[in-house]
Each structure stands twice: as structure tokens, then as C-alpha cells.
């Protein structure tokens, strides 16, 4: 793939730079010259002052394949992933079969061959997801695994989750659990407040993500040494804690998803299931907690838990509906709009959230826009104002609040493994 | 517009107000020599009663209240656990589409689906809520508030007492909102695990934990089944305890001149002695004619200018 980029904002914080008016010389995926007004034989594309970021990283996408094809496969989400902006995912392991062993690996990495968007794959912490033996974690490790566990739910054993940590510790695996007490969120559909009360729906209360979250920080501090990952952090206590494990040299990381920073319980009475997610939609003040997070470095990164599913599953009743909303379409989009065009986030630090950070606990290589480097760039018409709707899905399902919403800034573009993918023009 | 009955939250003072006179009409005629006398009200109008969660009186209730009307009644008992998701909520809708009714009478385990029935039928179809989770018993509220009247008149300022388990009641809900709007005092008394978050503040209700005296100065007390299930998932201990604490024995019924109501069916021994649910201060009964004649009210409300 060769194109000239003309006219460019480069920013990068692996390099510390943050450039106007730039060209970037693409050649056979290997970025070959960066200065203005380059003159080249490539192909060009006029970008209009848009920004040129490093690839973003999600790592938290559900691609359902195997086993529930019907909701998403690896090419719809991949698909899903490229049009939002991400050059790389990491798919999670609650699948059917769940990536328990590496033929599962296998499958999805030659699915997944070729494709423009890196997919790391998720391994489960403990066997089939049933939170009772360990995974096979060498043979996971030795198909490159790099991150396990069993999101869906969480480790309800405190014993089995130790003994998790100190063997994962040996691969030195990032941990990511799932933090929810189970026995407190039995029968529940959404967070546990005055909107639970309102609508007379069995609540799902923060304390039971927070007392997880509490216990394994505990067993990560007595076990010593071990990466520990909390998914999709929802409430305020837990960003307390986080923090507060963080100052004491624990190894302790976060993510938060954009609808966690965006919407409240509030939005159940609107969107009903399409508002049902696990963990739920909390309160306004723990958005205010979660923004601070972000500011102050106790949340590491934005991942999206893009979560398909059919619409028989979500346009039913709120108590058997499904978990969960697609994410990857909508994510720079609501990142921008409620977090650097609000003035809460700087740019520079939105894009350590959405790339380097993530990239840092995947043990992925960091991303250099320079000279000699492989092209793995985000494009985003930062100042782009529009509204969300389902001509933008790329993903099987459909299943999103946050159609009709109206957002600012934009993904146009990705470049990644010598392909390039744009957005045909609105 | 069409007008549906999704909660009693909906309702303007004046349409509750409008709604109970209605129903004192039909009441009457209930009470005549005649009480079997058709009208010809909802004549060549089909209503389906969409039953997913089980129900005798209410069900039997709105059968009553259509018959009487001239209406055709279909009944689809579509009984699902509110966790299995075989039965797809967008295929019954289809269903009750192609049998070309005019209104749905909707009960479900789940909160919120009367509203996302309005959301996927046709306009035309209107849509009474029969009870929807832990949400709204539009038509429970409105008999209770009906047979309170025709005792004590205006419930402007008078205390209404409402015992036992409200969180998960859609007719404590209901009831919270109704009586709020008709001027009434409202006190719960619930142990503190069946007590919802903040719902003091959500439904402007006074809460306590006691019965202690809460009755004695009461025009009424709502009595709420229990249900049993409830004991294994620790919300109370057993239920004698609970009898105990919230029970109307015949101590407690002998202190107060309060009515005593109940949404039915009663667990005697438990939220009711015998003393309390056969005295001549239980309205169970009228509760129970008052429902039909609400019924008909809400039918005629629903149909009318057509």
C-alpha cells in the first residue's frame, strides 16, 4: 500500500510530538518520509488537517466466533473495529468452546490472517470459564497468549483466583477479571439506585463490583509481583481503590468503557435492554470518579467490551434480555466528544489511553510515527460533527443506545499490516 | 391519540379522578338486580389477554369486565421464565398483529414491557398494563384507591399504611403513586431487605421498619402478599418472624379502626390472621368488585371518541 498523506496533524506521545500542516510518505505499509509539502510518486490523499494518530488499541472486543456466528464472526468484527479506528483488538475468551486451548487459538488466528486489525486473543483464566481448575496456561503462554481471563463473570473462588495470580505470575500474564460478586447480582438487570427503585427492577449494587475488585488487589499485594487487570470499572470506590493500590506499588491496572463514562442508570428508562450491560450503567457521580481516573492516571485505558448481540436477544424484556453493547463504532466518537472536546482530557493524553497504554499491557511494541517505521496509524477528523446511526454499524448486530446521537470527532481512516480503509465520505 | 394504560405514573390527577367516577357507575350496576346486564360498549372489538406470568383473579377479573362489555377475549397464556429466552418478545408481538386485535391486556414477570409493546404494535392497538415486574399494577392502584373512597371519601391528608414486602410489589408502586397524587399521607413498613434504595425520595413516602403504632392512627392499611421464595434468599428469616414483626394479629387489628386491604391472594397466618382478613374491616371483597368495575371504566376511558 502507498499513499502520500497530505496535510496532517501528527500526534504522537511515544515521540513527543504534536505537528500541523504535515505529510507522511506511505510506501508498501512503511512510513518512507515525514516533512511538509513532500513531494512522491505514491498515490495522494488530501487529509485535510485531520489528526494522524498511533493505532488505537481495544482491548476488550467480543468477536463471538466460534460458537455464536450468528451475533459477530472475526470478519464483522474486525470489520467493526477498522471503521471505529482500531488497528488492533484483543478478543475475549467466552466463546463457544471458550479459548481454553490453543486449537481454539489456532482457529481464530488463521480466521483472523491478513487481516488489517491485529487480533490478540484473551485466553480463560480457568478452565472452560467455570471458575474451579486453572487453564492450561503453558500451552496457552506457548500459542502467545499474553492476557487471560474469564470476563462474563468473574473468579467467585478467592482460593482459585490465588492460586491464578501465582501461576499466571510465572508467565508474568495480565490478569483481567471480571468484578462481580456473583451472589449479590443473582436475577439483577441493572445498577442498584433510585432508577432500580423507580422501575421496580432487581438492582445490581456497586458494592458488589467493589468488594472484588478489594479482594483481588488483597491477593495481588499478599501474592506479590502479578499483573492485575480490572475490565470495564464502573463505580467510583473502585476507582478509589485502584488508586490507592497504585500508590503502594501494587501492579494494578484499569480500563473504563465509553458508555461507563457516558451514560447513567437514567438511560434504562430510555433504551431499556439496549441500556443492559454488565457491569451496569451507574450514577453521575461515578462518571465524575471515572473522568478523575482518566486525569490523574489511575484508569489506564479506554476498551470498549463491544458485546453483539441479535436482536431477538435485546428487543425482549429486560430480565432475559442479553448483557451488553456494540462498542467499537462508537468509541472515538463518545471519547471525544464527552472527554477532549469537553475539556475534561487532553488530546495527547486521550490518545495514551486509546494506544500506548494498552499497547503497554498487551506487551505489544509501542507505535512510532517516524522514518523507517511500519505504518500503523489511526485517522480522525477530530473536529467532525455528526450523528451516530446505523449507517455507520459495520457489525452483525445493531445493538447500541446511541443511535441518534450526535457526536464530534470522527475515525476516517485506518492504516495498518500495508492496507488502508477510509471512510467513504458522509 | 390513542390513549393506553401503561402506569398509573401516566395519569394526570384529573384522568384518576375521571377514571373512579367511572368506575362508581359500573360498581352500581355490579350491585343491581341486573348485574349480569350486557353493554354493548366494546362490541366487535377483540382484546387479548397476554398473560406471561401467572394470574387468576386478575385475569379473571379483566375476562369479566370485557364480557360484559360485548367484547371477544382471546387468552394467550404464554407462561416463559423470566431467565429462558425461548420465546422471542418480537415474535408474540407479530402474533397478537396478525389476529388483528384492538387491545392488548399485558402481564409480565419483566419491568418495562407493556412499554415495549407501545414501542413495536401498531398505534391502534392500545395497551393496558396489567402488572409488568416489580413496576406498575395500574388497574390494582386504581380499585384500591376506588374502594378506600367509597369508605372515607376524600383521601386528602389521610394516613395510609402499606406493610410488608415492597420491593419487589408493583402494586406497592402503583399505589406509592396514586395515592401521592390523590393528597394521601403515605408510611411503608417493610423490613429494611425489602425496602428499595432511596424510595423515600422517589415516591416522597415516609418509611419505617416498625409497625409499633404506625397503625393505630391509620385510615387504612395495605397488607402486600409475601412470597415465599423470598425466605431461602435471606430477606427474612422465616415466616413466623415475619408475622411477628409485620402481621396483623388480632392484637394489632384490635388498636386501630383502620380498613384493612389486600391485593390478594392472602397467606393467612401470615400478612393476615384470620381476625384481621374476615373483620369487618377487611375490604378484600369490595377490592375484588371494585376490580371489575375499575376494568370496565378503564375499557370504556380507553375506547371512547372513537
Given at each position: ?426 | ?157 389521610k394516613k395510609i399504611v402499606i406493610i410488608g414486602?415492597i ?5 406497592a408502586?402503583?399505589?406509592m403513586?396514586?395515592l401521592?397524587?390523590?393528597?394521601a399521607k403515605v408510611t411503608l413498613v417493610s423490613p429494611l431487605?425489602?425496602t428499595?434504595?432511596?424510595?423515600e425520595?422517589?415516591?416522597?413516602v415516609r418509611v419505617v421498619h416498625e409497625l409499633a403504632d404506625e397503625i393505630k392512627d391509620a385510615s387504612a392499611v395495605i397488607s402486600l ?19 411477628m414483626r409485620y402481621g396483623l394479629t388480632?392484637l394489632r387489628i384490635m388498636e386501630t379502626n383502620a380498613f384493612i386491604l ?9 400478612e393476615?390472621?384470620?381476625?384481621a ?30
Amino acid at each position: 500500500m502507498d499513499v502520500l498523506l497530505l496535510n496532517c496533524r501528527i500526534i504522537d506521545p511515544v515521540m513527543g510530538r504534536d505537528e500541523c500542516g504535515v505529510d507522511i510518505e506511505i510506501i508498501s505499509g512503511v512510513i518512507t518520509a515525514i516533512g511538509k509539502k513532500l513531494k512522491s510518486k505514491a498515490p495522494i490523499k488530501d487529509l485535510q488537517g485531520a489528526l494522524i494518530a498511533p493505532g488505537f488499541f481495544d482491548m476488550h472486543v467480543h468477536l463471538r466466533e466460534p460458537g455464536q456466528e450468528y451475533k459477530e464472526t472475526i470478519e464483522t468484527g474486525t470489520r467493526a473495529a477498522a471503521s471505529g479506528g482500531f488497528t488492533g483488538i484483543c478478543c475475549m475468551p467466552n466463546t463457544e468452546p471458550p479459548i481454553s486451548d490453543p486449537f481454539v487459538v489456532s482457529f481464530i488466528r488463521a480466521k483472523a490472517n491478513g487481516n488489517i486489525v491485529d487480533v490478540e486473543i484473551c485466553g480463560t483464566m480457568t478452565k472452560s470459564r467455570k471458575g474451579e481448575e486453572l487453564a492450561p496456561m503453558q500451552a496457552l503462554f506457548d500459542s502467545g497468549i499474553k492476557m487471560i481471563s474469564d470476563d462474563g463473570s468473574a473468579v467467585a473462588s478467592a482460593e482459585v483466583m490465588r492460586r491464578v495470580f501465582e501461576y499466571g505470575k510465572m508467565f508474568d500474564f495480565l490478569c483481567t477479571e471480571h468484578c462481580e460478586e456473583p451472589s449479590m447480582t443473582k436475577g439483577t438487570a441493572m445498577h442498584e439506585g433510585k432508577i432500580s427503585t423507580k422501575l421496580g427492577i432487581p438492582g445490581y449494587p456497586s458494592v458488589a463490583e467493589d468488594i472484588i475488585v478489594a479482594r483481588d488487589i488483597l491477593l495481588a499485594e499478599y501474592v506479590g509481583g502479578v499483573r492485575y487487570h480490572v475490565a470495564h470499572l464502573s463505580t467510583r470506590n473502585a476507582v478509589q481503590l485502584v488508586r490507592e493500590a497504585k500508590s503502594k506499588g501494587i501492579k494494578v491496572s484499569c480500563e473504563v468503557t465509553p458508555h461507563h463514562f457516558t451514560l447513567t442508570d437514567e438511560a434504562v428508562e430510555t433504551h431499556l435492554a439496549n441500556a443492559k450491560m454488565n457491569p451496569p450503567l451507574r450514577e453521575n457521580e461515578d462518571i465524575q470518579a471515572i473522568i478523575r481516573g482518566l486525569q490523574d492516571g489511575t484508569i489506564d485505558c479506554i476498551s470498549t467490551d463491544h458485546a453483539p448481540h441479535a436482536s431477538h436477544e435485546k428487543e425482549t424484556d429486560i430480565m432475559s434480555a442479553a448483557y451488553g453493547i456494540i462498542g467499537c463504532e462508537t468509541a472515538i466518537g463518545l471519547g471525544l466528544t464527552n472527554l477532549v472536546h469537553s475539556g475534561k482530557l487532553s488530546l495527547m493524553k486521550y490518545i495514551e489511553v486509546s494506544s500506548t497504554n494498552p499497547r503497554a499491557l498487551m506487551k505489544l511494541p509501542q507505535i512510532k510515527i517516524s522514518e523507517g517505521e511500519k505504518a500503523n496509524l489511526t485517522v480522525i477528523d477530530f473536529d467532525k460533527e455528526w450523528t451516530f446511526g446505523s449507517e455507520h454499524i459495520q457489525s452483525k448486530s445493531s445493538n447500541t443506545p446511541f443511535i441518534g446521537t450526535k457526536l464530534k470527532g470522527q475515525p476516517v481512516g485506518v492504516i495498518n499490516n500495508n492496507q488502508s480503509w477510509w471512510r467513504d465520505k458522509d | 391519540m390513542n390513549r393506553d394504560l401503561l402506569g398509573i405514573r401516566q395519569l394526570s390527577t384529573d384522568q384518576i379522578t375521571d377514571l373512579l367516577r367511572r368506575s362508581d357507575g359500573y360498581f352500581l350496576q355490579l350491585n343491581s338486580i341486573d348485574p349480569f346486564r350486557k353493554s354493548s360498549l366494546l362490541d366487535g372489538r377483540t382484546v387479548a389477554n397476554l398473560f406471561f406470568e401467572n394470574s387468576t383473579r386478575t385475569k379473571t377479573s379483566f375476562e369479566l369486565a370485557e364480557k360484559r362489555l360485548g367484547a371477544t377475549s382471546v387468552n394467550l397464556s404464554m407462561q416463559t421464565s423470566s431467565l429462558t429466552k425461548g420465546e422471542s418478545l418480537i415474535d408474540t408481538v407479530n402474533v397478537i398483529c396478525a389476529m388483528k386485535v384492538d387491545c392488548v391486556v399485558v402481564r409480565h414477570s419483566s419491568s418495562g414491557v407493556p412499554q415495549l409493546l407501545r414501542k413495536h404494535l401498531p398505534d391502534h392497538i392500545r395497551i393496558i398494563n396489567a402488572g409488568d415486574g416489580g413496576h406498575e399494577h395500574p388497574t390494582q392502584a386504581l380499585l384500591d384507591a376506588a374502594t378506600l373512597q367509597a369508605k372515607l371519601g376524600s383521601l386528602k391528608n389521610k394516613k395510609i399504611v402499606i406493610i410488608g414486602d415492597i420491593l419487589h410489589s408493583r402494586v406497592a408502586r402503583s399505589n406509592m403513586i396514586l395515592l401521592n397524587k390523590l393528597g394521601a399521607k403515605v408510611t411503608l413498613v417493610s423490613p429494611l431487605t425489602l425496602t428499595p434504595k432511596y424510595v423515600e425520595e422517589i415516591f416522597g413516602v415516609r418509611v419505617v421498619h416498625e409497625l409499633a403504632d404506625e397503625i393505630k392512627d391509620a385510615s387504612a392499611v395495605i397488607s402486600l402478599r409475601i412470597q415465599f421464595e423470598r425466605q431461602s434468599r435471606s430477606l427474612f428469616p422465616n415466616l413466623s418472624d415475619f408475622r411477628m414483626r409485620y402481621g396483623l394479629t388480632p392484637l394489632r387489628i384490635m388498636e386501630t379502626n383502620a380498613f384493612i386491604l389486600h391485593p390478594g391472594p392472602v397467606n393467612r397466618g401470615v400478612e393476615l390472621d384470620n381476625e384481621a382478613a374476615d373483620s369487618e374491616k377487611s375490604l378484600i371483597l369490595q377490592q375484588v368488585k371494585r376490580g371489575v368495575a375499575i376494568r370496565m371504566a378503564v375499557f370504556e376511558w380507553l375506547f371512547e371518541d372513537k
